[in-house]
């Protein structure tokens, strides 16, 4: 069983830069496609971007293109989200998730992954 932990969220202006982290626990890490989840109040779970195992592919939202880069270290079981120019639009829980060998063209749907965080409130002011 693997869990995950998301840390990093906060409140900040628009215009400004957060990292989320996720760290997996209890299992293994490897072989695992990560993506990321947000969900805003009253909206449903919207896929952010995702990587492979090996780092080499990731997947991002329109929304967030070319303002949030996802990477990994899977020495230290940790992927990370690196937000850019946050707009207010951008609030929401962010959730981090663990799928096994997920083939790219399945990594936007939160049904393909077997494992979830318990989510990193980020609020962003205008």
């Known amino acids: 069983q693997v869990q995950l932990v998301e840390s990093g969220g906060g409140l900040v202006q628009a215009g400004a830069s957060l990292r989320l982290s996720c760290t997996a626990s209890g299992g293994t890490f490897s072989g695992f496609t990560m993506g990321w989840f947000r969900q805003a109040p009253g909206e449903e779970r919207e896929f952010v971007g995702g990587?492979?195992?090996?780092?080499?592919?990731?997947v991002y939202a329109d929304s967030v293109k070319g303002r949030f880069t996802i990477s990994r270290d899977n020495a230290k079981k940790t992927v990370y989200l690196q937000m850019t120019s946050l707009k207010p639009e951008d609030t929401a829980a962010y959730y981090c998730?663990?799928?096994?060998?997920?083939?790219?063209?399945?990594?936007?749907?939160?049904?393909?992954?077997?494992?979830w965080g318990q989510g990193t409130q980020v609020t962003v002011s205008s």
């Open positions: 998730a663990a799928g096994a060998a997920l083939p790219i063209i399945t990594m936007t749907s939160p049904g393909s992954y077997n494992y």
């Open positions: 990587i492979t195992w090996s780092g080499v592919s990731t």
